[in-house]
C-alpha cells in the first residue's frame, strides 16, 4: 500500500511537532523516519496510523483519504518500543488475539486461527515458545512476537515506533538483519522510527531525516550519507569533520587539498575515510598540512585515528580519520607520530 502524507502539521500548544509535512511512501517499502529527540518522528507516525489527529494535511492510503478514519479501519499493524504484550496470555494467544476479537461475519473459525498463529510463530523464528508467557521471554523474542501479533490481521502498511530501542546492542543488531530479512519476505510497506543513524542506515530502502518538525532530505541510504542535503544532516548522518575556514591556516587548507574542492560556503564538512594519511616527518613538514597522531580506536575492520594539530594548531578541535586495519598496520603509526594530511572530497555549507 503506498501512503501520501500532504501539508501536514501538528501543533502542542505554542509548540510545532510537524510543519507542512509533505511525503509520499511507494508501495513495499522500508522506511526509516530519522533524527533526534523531539523532532516529530512519532507524531507522525501516529498520524499516519489515525491514533493522533493533525491540525491540517491529508493521509492518503493507496489514494484513498484517510484522514478522518478510524485507526481500527485503516488497515495499519502498530509495534511500539515496549512490546505491549499481554501478560496474562501465552504467546499464542497473544498473537491470536487480533483474530479472535474480529467482527464475526469476517472472524476465521479456530482451526484457521490456529494455522495462522503457528504460521506466524514459524516465521518469526520462535512457535517453539507458544505455550510461554510473555515474563519468560527475552526482549528479543518479546519485539518479535508484537511483530507477529501486529501481523496476524494482514496489515497493509507496519508501522514501528522505536521497535528496538529497549534492547542491548547485540540484541539490536541481530534483529536489524532479521527484520530487514522478514520485509524482504512480506513485502508489507513499513515505517519505522528511530533516533539510531546506524539503524537506519542498516535496515531501510528509505531515510526520511526530520528536524524540528521538517524534512531535512529524504533518499537512499547511500544517497544520505553520501550527499548530504545541508549541514544539519551532514553532522547528524555518520560522523564528520568540520573546519571553518574563516580560522584555518590558509597554507594548510591549500596543502592539504581543501581549496582545490571549495565551491561555495564557509564550513568544509570532510568524512573520516576522506582524509588520507602518510607517514612522513619529512613530508609532513614539507607540505605544511600535518598533523599529530594523538588516539587511535579498533572499529573492527576499520581503525579511527584522532589527530591533533600541529604546532601552529589550524584546527581547534581533533579531527578523526578511518582506514582500514590492514593499511594501519603497514604504516606503522604510533601516538605522537607527524602525518601529513591529504583530503580527497568535502562538502561546503554555510
Given at each position: 500500500?503506498?501512503?501520501?502524507?500532504?501539508?501536514?502539521?501538528?501543533?502542542?500548544?505554542?509548540?510545532?511537532?510537524?510543519?507542512?509535512?509533505?511525503?509520499?511512501?511507494?508501495?513495499g517499502?522500508?522506511?526509516?523516519?530519522?533524527?533526534?529527540?523531539?523532532?516529530?518522528?512519532?507524531?507522525?507516525?501516529?498520524?499516519?496510523a489515525?491514533?493522533?489527529?493533525?491540525?491540517?494535511?491529508?493521509?492518503?492510503?493507496?489514494?484513498?483519504?484517510?484522514?478522518?478514519?478510524?485507526?481500527?479501519?485503516?488497515?495499519?499493524?502498530?509495534?511500539?518500543?515496549?512490546?505491549a504484550?499481554?501478560?496474562?496470555?501465552?504467546?499464542?494467544?497473544?498473537?491470536?488475539?487480533?483474530?479472535?476479537?474480529?467482527?464475526?461475519?469476517?472472524?476465521?473459525?479456530?482451526?484457521?486461527?490456529?494455522?495462522?498463529?503457528?504460521?506466524?510463530?514459524?516465521?518469526?523464528?520462535?512457535?517453539?515458545?507458544?505455550?510461554?508467557?510473555?515474563?519468560?521471554?527475552?526482549?528479543?523474542?518479546?519485539?518479535?512476537?508484537?511483530?507477529?501479533?501486529?501481523l496476524?490481521?494482514?496489515?497493509?502498511v507496519?508501522?514501528?515506533?522505536?521497535?528496538?530501542g529497549?534492547?542491548?546492542?547485540?540484541?539490536?543488531?541481530?534483529?536489524?538483519?532479521?527484520?530487514?530479512?522478514?520485509?524482504?519476505?512480506?513485502?508489507?510497506?513499513?515505517?519505522?522510527?528511530?533516533?539510531?543513524?546506524?539503524?537506519?542506515?542498516?535496515?531501510?530502502?528509505?531515510?526520511?531525516?526530520?528536524?524540528?518538525?521538517?524534512?531535512?532530505?529524504?533518499?537512499?541510504?547511500s544517497?544520505?550519507?553520501?550527499?548530504?542535503?545541508?549541514?544539519?544532516?551532514?553532522?547528524?548522518?555518520?560522523?564528520?569533520?568540520?573546519?571553518?575556514?574563516?580560522?584555518?591556516?590558509?597554507?594548510?587548507?591549500?596543502?592539504?587539498?581543501?581549496?582545490?574542492?571549495?565551491?561555495?560556503?564557509?564550513?568544509a564538512?570532510?568524512?573520516?575515510?576522506?582524509?588520507?594519511?602518510?607517514?612522513s616527518?619529512?613530508?609532513a613538514?614539507?607540505?605544511?598540512?600535518?598533523?599529530?597522531?594523538?588516539?587511535?580506536?579498533?572499529?573492527?575492520?576499520?581503525?579511527?585515528?584522532?589527530?591533533?594539530?600541529?604546532?601552529?594548531?589550524?584546527?581547534?578541535?581533533?579531527?578523526?580519520?578511518?582506514?582500514?586495519?590492514?593499511?594501519?598496520k603497514?604504516?606503522?603509526?604510533?601516538?605522537?607520530?607527524?602525518?601529513?594530511?591529504?583530503?580527497?572530497?568535502?562538502?561546503?555549507?554555510?
Amino acid at each position: 500500500m503506498s501512503i501520501l502524507l500532504s501539508d501536514i502539521s501538528k501543533n502542542f500548544g505554542a509548540f510545532a511537532a510537524l510543519d507542512h509535512i509533505n511525503l509520499e511512501i511507494p508501495e513495499g517499502e522500508l522506511v526509516a523516519l530519522l533524527g533526534p529527540s523531539g523532532c516529530g518522528k512519532t507524531t507522525l507516525l501516529r498520524i499516519i496510523a489515525g491514533l493522533e489527529k493533525s491540525d491540517s494535511g491529508r493521509v492518503l492510503l493507496n489514494g484513498e483519504d484517510k484522514t478522518h478514519e478510524h485507526a481500527s479501519h485503516r488497515g495499519i499493524g502498530f509495534v511500539f518500543q515496549h512490546y505491549a504484550l499481554f501478560r496474562h496470555m501465552t504467546v499464542f494467544e497473544n498473537v491470536a488475539f487480533g483474530l479472535r476479537v474480529k467482527n464475526k461475519k469476517i472472524r476465521p473459525n479456530e482451526a484457521a486461527i490456529q494455522k495462522k498463529v503457528h504460521t506466524l510463530l514459524e516465521l518469526v523464528q520462535l512457535d517453539w515458545l507458544h505455550d510461554r508467557h510473555p515474563d519468560q521471554l527475552s526482549g528479543g523474542q518479546r519485539q518479535r512476537i508484537a511483530l507477529a501479533r501486529a501481523l496476524a490481521v494482514e496489515p497493509s502498511v507496519l508501522l514501528l515506533d522505536e521497535p528496538f530501542g529497549a534492547l542491548d546492542a547485540s540484541v539490536r543488531k541481530d534483529l536489524r538483519l532479521w527484520l530487514r530479512n522478514l520485509h524482504h519476505d512480506l513485502n508489507v510497506t513499513s515505517i519505522f522510527v528511530t533516533h539510531d543513524q546506524e539503524e537506519a542506515m542498516e535496515v531501510a530502502s528509505q531515510v526520511v531525516v526530520l528536524n524540528h518538525g521538517r524534512i531535512e532530505q529524504q533518499g537512499a541510504p547511500s544517497d544520505i550519507y553520501d550527499n548530504p542535503s545541508n549541514a544539519f544532516v551532514s553532522r547528524f548522518i555518520g560522523q564528520t569533520n568540520i573546519f571553518d575556514t574563516a580560522e584555518i591556516d590558509q597554507d594548510w587548507l591549500k596543502t592539504s587539498g581543501l581549496t582545490l574542492a571549495k565551491t561555495q560556503g564557509q564550513f568544509a564538512h570532510v568524512r573520516p575515510h576522506d582524509i588520507e594519511l602518510v607517514k612522513s616527518a619529512d613530508l609532513a613538514a614539507e607540505m605544511g598540512a600535518y598533523a599529530i597522531l594523538k588516539d587511535w580506536q579498533h572499529l573492527g575492520s576499520l581503525i579511527r585515528i584522532e589527530l591533533a594539530g600541529k604546532g601552529a594548531q589550524p584546527f581547534n578541535q581533533p579531527i578523526y580519520a578511518e582506514m582500514p586495519n590492514e593499511r594501519f598496520k603497514q604504516l606503522q603509526l604510533n601516538r605522537g607520530d607527524k602525518v601529513a594530511v591529504k583530503i580527497r572530497n568535502a562538502r561546503w555549507f554555510h
